[in-house]
């Protein structure tokens, strides 16, 4: 057996650091498998529009590549242009000799029970590489997808920027319409080598009883960029999950964006951490949560180890009705003389003066509740191309339409 | 009788700020609301707009003979009444557009107002966000301009605002009030004013002095704006035309 099978097998009931408790247990090990579309045109109507949602087109149009995993079956992995590698992370393992560079060496195996099982009943993936110099023209989109009750997905994903190359990736996660409970864990290890550009968007839309477990880590080296943006506005059960980045290299930089809703029922725990290890390094995490019932807790973590790095660390929640939580814990830690790192932080109802100002201009009060929530949610992503800036604008809109 | 306030007596959390108000304004007219700090005078906007907080104890409100006392605010609104604000609140993620697109659909006249008063580019920034003194007021007269209310209640449009922009102010005010329009005129204003600067730039018709929630003086707004000028409030109070 493998060091790191072994290592995994004494971490099986580590329990995780943050989120509820989950029996793993509980849900079903094997799936399925479901045959390989090499032009996606085996896709029922219904499986095509959840894919939609989250930002996944199943004819590639204008993508630079694709990936889709239903259950456990890597079932498309194609890619449209020259130096851009898409695969399931299997076939990466085997076609890259384990992958030893990257495999399990962002995030460490032993962090919980769930980076173990991952390890442990590995159900794939995906390995997205764009190669040095590599401008990728349009976004590569990756879509994990459960649509068998009650099963467990344990995806591993490797994402490899080499030196100076430039990438958009959106990320879809989601399951069947009728499904209720599954399981979702997801490895992320994102390398952004010397001078890449990478702008990783990822969209959740859960069933009802989901649980969700990503364990997402990334290095960022000298001059290179990388750009998160997560939305989350049909909450799970229960989704767990603090990615950390990592500023390596000089003059690296990154920005985290987070948008979240929690309706009755549901427990986001979700947060960011960076650590600004080199000279000249620059993050920002920026996190809008709205409760309707559910319960959020909002983390973001900076650690400054280096003099003059700037950091800072915004964090609002809406409520928007009088169950429910959000709990903001921004948590700045400054380890030599000479950071620079702020937060803020507000969590409240909206404000009747906001509304009152809006009605006075002739709207209802539900029209201004509605425009005021709209701007609330109406994060800068950066880094986004027009394009997909107005996909992701219209999910956005589609959400806020069923949560007033 | 375009608006028509009797007898009002307002309470702000438990204590009264206007007493006994009576107020007339026709259509076409412009008056001046005069009084120091404290006294009344947005109390009286806000209650008019029908904010919450100002709590009408007695007397009522119409506007164009309906009663509005109990209105809520965007039926006022809805019926003709628009507001400037001192110091309105910033919306998050809101364009300046997106607001003015619900309630006027005419993008040229839009375009155009906001060139008049050197705002075009300030249509697609946030709602207030980061805005100075002038700008503020001049995004809330670019927000009347594209509503185009019959009533304008404008609270001290000119503070805070540099000399050059106090022009253009001054001549949004007077497009707003219609004053281009020897007759036939239909818009009115109630024009809150400390420095008196406005009147250099809108004929006003009358002023009204509030002091301690009460009216105390009405009369030819410039006279009175000389005589609180040179002898201070209490004197103009005095003379109890």
């Not at chain 1, 971490?11 to 498998?33: E, N, T």
């Not at chain 1, 851009?84 to 992958?99: I, P, R």
């Not at chain 1, 962002?106 to 980076?115: F, L, M, Q, S």
């Not at chain 1, 999910?395 to 339409?401: D, G």
Request: glycine share 10%; with cysteine; charged share 25%.
């Amino acid at each position: 057996m493998s060091e790191v099978k072994k290592r995994a097998e004494a971490a099986q009931i580590k329990k995780a650091a943050y989120g509820m408790d989950i029996d793993l247990s509980s849900f079903r090990k094997d799936a399925v498998p479901h045959a390989y579309d090499a032009k996606l045109n085996c896709l029922s109507g219904e499986e095509i529009k959840t894919m939609a949602d989250v930002g996944i087109i199943p004819a590639g149009g204008l993508r630079s590549g694709s990936f889709l995993q239903m259950d456990h079956s890597a079932v498309n992995c194609s890619a449209f242009q020259e130096g851009v590698e898409v695969m399931s992370s299997a076939e990466a393992l085997q076609k890259y000799d384990g992958l030893k560079d990257y495999w399990w060496k962002a995030v460490d195996v032993v962090t919980d029970k769930y980076t173990a099982n991952a390890e442990l009943a590995f159900n794939n993936g995906y390995f997205i590489r764009v190669r040095e110099g590599i401008k990728a023209k349009f976004p590569v989109q990756a879509c994990l997808y459960i649509g068998e009750e009650g099963l467990a997905q344990n995806v591993h994903n490797i994402l490899i920027a080499e030196e100076g190359s430039e990438l958009h990736v959106i990320t879809g996660c989601t399951t069947a319409p009728k499904l209720k409970r599954g399981l979702h864990i997801g490895i992320s290890e994102f390398y952004i080598k010397k001078g890449a550009t990478v702008t990783f968007t990822m969209i959740h839309n859960w069933g009802e009883e989901v649980v969700v477990r990503p364990r997402t880590a990334v290095w960022v080296e000298e001059g290179a960029t990388y750009n998160s943006n997560f939305v989350c506005m049909k909450p799970a059960r229960s989704i767990q999950m603090f990615p950390s980045v990592r500023l390596k290299g000089e003059n690296a930089v990154t920005r985290l964006n987070s948008i979240m809703i929690a309706t009755s029922g549901s427990e986001l725990d979700i947060g960011g951490r960076v650590v600004l290890e080199a000279p000249g390094t620059k993050a920002e995490i920026l996190t809008r949560t709205i409760s309707k019932g559910g319960s959020i807790i909002a983390r973001g973590m900076l650690i400054g180890e280096r003099p003059g790095v700037k950091a800072h660390l915004e964090c609002s929640g809406l409520m928007l009705s009088d169950e429910g939580s959000i709990r903001a814990i921004p948590e700045l830690d400054g380890r030599v003389a000479g950071v620079e790192m702020s937060h803020e932080a507000a969590v409240g109802k909206i404000s009747q003066e906001e509304i009152e100002y809006l009605m006075a201009r002739g709207l209802s009060e539900r029209e201004a509740t509605a425009l005021i929530v709209r701007g609330f949610l109406r994060v800068e992503m950066v880094g986004l191309p027009d394009s997909l800036k107005k996909e992701i604008d219209r999910l956005v809109e589609e959400s806020e339409k069923s949560l007033l | 009788m375009l608006l028509d306030i009797r007898d009002l007596t307002v309470e702000v959390e438990g204590r009264e700020v206007l007493t006994e108000v009576d107020l007339q304004i026709e259509q076409g007219e412009t008056h001046v609301l005069f009084g120091k700090n404290g006294s009344g005078k947005t109390s009286l906007l806000m209650t008019i707009m029908g904010f919450s907080g100002y709590r009408v104890k007695k007397g009522k409100i119409f506007f164009k003979g309906e009663d509005i006392t109990n209105f809520p605010i965007n039926e006022r609104a809805k019926r003709g009444i628009g507001m400037s604000f001192q110091r309105p609140p910033t919306i998050k993620g809101v364009k300046t557009i997106d607001l003015i697109a619900i309630f006027n659909s005419d993008e040229k006249s839009v375009n155009e107002a906001a060139e008049s008063l050197e705002l075009t580019a300030f249509l697609d920034r946030e709602i207030n966000r980061g805005f100075s003194g002038g700008e503020i007021k001049k995004s809330e007269l670019l927000q009347l301009m594209t509503q185009n209310p019959d009533l304008i209640l404008l609270d001290e449009p000119e503070s805070g605002v540099d000399l050059e922009n106090i022009a253009i102010i001054g001549r949004a005010i007077k497009k707003l009030l219609q004053k281009n329009l020897r007759r036939l005129r239909v818009n009115a204003g109630l024009v809150i004013t400390h420095t008196g600067l406005i009147l250099n730039y809108v004929e006003a018709d009358r002023g009204h002095l509030l002091l301690d929630g009460r009216m105390r003086c009405e009369g030819n707004p410039r006279e009175m704006f000389a005589t609180i000028q040179r002898s201070g409030y209490e004197v103009c109070a005095r003379c109890q035309k």
